[in-house]
């Protein structure tokens, strides 16, 4: 790729691809912005880098704007250079919390099957991503593993809303499996992104969720990483259930992909516990990165002065419209879930039994190959059918793309769809 503008990539061959998932599910705002780049310069030429214990004011705008866009009583922050390291970090403060109010016995962090929280030891530790754990399954922590809320392949073979939501239900029991004396967190993404392919729970999940955490005073912590910023339509996704977590972990949109960066939002009254007792929290040399606090700070302006929220939840709804009316009965098409401009597709062998292809076929591959000779990038996920494997794209454009644009997605979509689908039946 030798450019980019906007929602759309320019190869060093000339070609030019839509973006159609932003990347990494990162850039919200678009990418070529010159206000963007001249403030950039400005704050390089102002101050450059500061040692983290310093307050810089671009650290002191963004901090009074974040303020204003997490759930009330979410108001201290700690940032880091990404999201891996902001899931290590609300994950080491969860441990810390529970430390200084005298029960270090509580190590131990909850997380779902299908997941992923991260590439460090620890976020990889609370990752189910069979595929992405693999090759370091005997350096992890052995930390339990609940199914996530996912009607279309539901474990325990029950239908919403005839259900005892026997998943939320499965967080209950595996806290009385383990101990609540010995479990420090539960942690998992509102939807789940790259590990399933989208995958939305039901209403009364989060708040369950989070009743049973505050019961057995177990920290929750929602992985807004992928999620955040007004991806889904809401600024954060756990808006949906009217849910506000004890911690909140950040990245990707929070800066638009313009430069790294993560963060955790933690409640106040925890981190003033932690103060109290004088524990130490150490910072990552590039916490709080003035250059990185200015382009979030901006990013998030921009966001609110172009109301990008509210614009990916009215665009979102008509590209969930139109993905429907393209490929809703396409014979590939297992089900189409999302919300705001976070959408995904799960892709089958056959509709009526739910039966993924063959892991050897590698579906997603296959069809982001064929969208993308057509002219649009897509986001592959894969895992979600368990041992049998399973395979999804997804589809999440930057804020800035236009009705003509989310049209073409949903053509383009269509005719990879015939053109993997003829492929796939030709290699099964």
């Given at each position: 790729m030798a450019r980019a503008e906007g929602?759309?990539?320019?190869?060093?061959?000339?070609?030019?691809?839509?973006?159609?998932?932003?990347?990494?599910?990162?850039?919200?705002?678009?990418?070529?912005?010159?206000?963007?780049?001249?403030?950039a310069r400005d704050q390089i030429m102002e101050l450059d880098y500061l040692l983290p214990v310093w307050v810089s004011p671009a650290r002191q705008r963004l901090v009074q704007r974040l303020v204003q866009w997490t759930p009330s009583g979410l108001d201290r922050f700690f940032f880091t250079s990404g999201g891996s390291e902001a899931v290590e970090s609300a994950i080491k403060f969860a441990l810390l919390y529970h430390?200084?109010?005298?029960?270090?016995?509580?190590?131990?962090?909850?997380?779902?099957?299908?997941?992923?929280?991260?590439?460090?030891?620890?976020?990889?530790?609370?990752?189910?991503?069979?595929?992405?754990?693999?090759?370091?399954?005997?350096?992890?922590?052995?930390?339990?593993?609940?199914?996530?809320s996912y009607c279309y392949r539901c474990p325990w073979a029950r239908r919403y809303p005839g259900?005892?939501?026997?998943?939320?239900?499965?967080?209950?029991?595996?806290?009385?499996?383990?101990?609540?004396?010995?479990?420090?967190?539960?942690?998992?993404?509102?939807?789940?992104?790259?590990?399933?392919?989208?995958?939305?729970?039901?209403?009364?999940?989060?708040?369950?969720?989070?009743?049973?955490?505050?019961?057995?005073?177990?920290v929750l912590i929602a992985d807004e990483v992928m999620t955040g910023f007004g991806r889904t339509g809401k600024r954060f996704a756990v808006e949906h259930w009217g849910v506000t977590p004890d911690i909140l972990v950040g990245g990707k949109g929070l800066t638009g992909g313009y430069v790294p960066m993560g963060m955790i939002a933690v409640n106040n009254r925890m981190v003033q516990e932690c103060e109290e007792a004088g524990a130490d929290f150490?910072?990552?040399t590039y916490s709080a990165h003035p250059l990185a606090c200015a382009i979030a700070d901006r990013v998030l302006e921009i966001i609110e002065r172009e109301k990008m929220v509210e614009h990916a939840a009215e665009l979102g709804a008509r590209l969930g419209a139109c993905l429907e009316d393209a490929i809703g009965q396409h014979p590939m098409t297992g089900e189409?879930?999302?919300?705001?401009?976070?959408?995904?597709?799960?892709?089958?062998?056959?509709?009526g039994r739910r039966t993924p292809f063959p892991a050897n076929l590698h579906a997603a591959r296959t069809l982001l190959r064929h969208a993308m000779?057509?002219?649009?990038?897509?986001?592959?996920?894969?895992?979600?059918a368990g041992e049998r494997g399973g395979d999804a794209i997804m589809i999440?454009?930057?804020?800035?793309?236009?009705?003509?644009?989310?049209?073409?997605?949903?053509?383009?979509?269509?005719?990879?769809?015939?053109?993997?689908?003829?492929n796939l039946q030709h290699h099964a």
């Open positions: 929602a759309w990539l320019y190869t060093s061959e000339g070609r030019k691809l839509l973006d159609a998932c932003s990347g990494a599910i990162v850039v919200n705002v678009g990418q070529g912005r010159r206000e963007l780049a001249d403030l430390r200084v109010r005298g029960r270090a016995a509580r190590t131990r962090v909850i997380s779902r099957e299908l997941s992923y929280h991260g590439n460090t030891l620890g976020a990889l530790s609370a990752s189910g991503n069979r595929t992405r754990r693999a090759d370091f399954e005997h350096v992890l922590f052995d930390w339990p593993k609940i199914p996530p259900c005892d939501l026997e998943c939320a239900q499965a967080l209950e029991e595996a806290i009385a499996q383990h101990g609540a004396d010995r479990i420090a967190a539960f942690i998992a993404e509102p939807m789940v992104g790259a590990s399933g392919g989208v995958i939305a729970p039901v209403s009364e999940y989060w708040p369950r969720i989070a009743k049973i955490c505050r019961r057995h005073d177990i150490m910072f990552f189409i879930r999302g919300a705001g401009l976070f959408w995904g597709i799960e892709l089958v062998a056959d509709r000779e057509l002219g649009v990038v897509l986001y592959p996920a894969s895992g979600m999440a454009p930057p804020f800035v793309i236009s009705d003509a644009e989310v049209e073409l997605i949903a053509t383009t979509l269509r005719r990879a769809f015939d053109s993997t689908w003829q």
